[in-house]
């Protein structure tokens, strides 16, 4: 379970990280560290774009 600033740290590195929601790779697109969601786009394909809480997406 991330946090926001994990969820952060993560959209800000210039590293890939691995992050899954709910066993599928996600990639993070946008942290709302006020509200504690996140924008990720959900396997490869970019339209396929969800927000969820932050504790919901797994490194």
């Known amino acids: ?10 959209y800000d590195s210039k590293d890939t990280i691995a992050v899954t929601l709910e066993g599928d790779p996600v990639w993070i697109e946008n942290v709302d560290e006020a509200n504690g969601m996140a924008t990720v786009q959900v396997g490869s394909r970019p339209g396929n774009t969800q927000t969820v809480r932050v504790d919901r997406l797994e490194e």
Not at 1 to 10: E, F, Q, S, T, Y
């Open 1 to 10: 379970m991330l946090d926001v600033k994990r969820a952060k740290a993560i």
